[in-house]
């Protein structure tokens, strides 16, 4: 079991910064991969950013060069910075973890099987 519980989340206007964290307990020597994604009103989950226990990193498209996922296995966390926000970032971003096998990370949700409750943000312009 793994238990994920996200914070950092606030209102910051259009270009702003916000660093999101998520704290994992339970079993986390048996995640294989987590990640970031978000969802906004009315449109359907879609993948931000995947990291291994390696620290190997993807990104989707769209964020590419402004976000950055990254874990301290040492305070057993997980981070998304997020630089030049806009309008369109708003949303409700939440961690996962998978913890089966699997050769690479996908941002997919399917894939993942622990989910967080979720960190608001919202990005004005």
């Known amino acids: 079991q793994v238990q994920l519980v996200e914070s950092g989340g606030g209102s910051v206007q259009s270009g702003g910064s916000l660093r999101l964290s998520c704290a994992a307990s339970?079993?986390?020597?048996?995640?294989?991969?987590i990640a970031w994604f978000r969802q906004a009103p009315g449109k359907e989950r879609e993948g931000v950013a995947t990291?291994?226990?390696?620290?190997?990193?993807s990104y989707q498209d769209s964020v590419k060069g402004r976000f950055t996922i990254s874990q301290d296995n040492a305070k057993n966390t997980l981070y998304l910075q997020m630089h030049s926000l806009k309008p369109e970032d708003t949303a409700m971003y939440y961690c996962?973890?998978?913890?089966?096998?699997?050769?690479?990370?996908?941002?997919?949700?399917?894939?993942?099987?622990?989910w967080g409750q979720g960190t608001q943000v919202t990005v004005s312009s």
């Open positions: 996962a973890a998978r913890v089966t096998w699997v050769t690479g990370c996908s941002l997919s949700h399917g894939a993942y099987s622990y």
């Open positions: 339970g079993n986390t020597y048996s995640r294989r991969c």
């Open positions: 990291i291994d226990k390696n620290g190997s990193t």
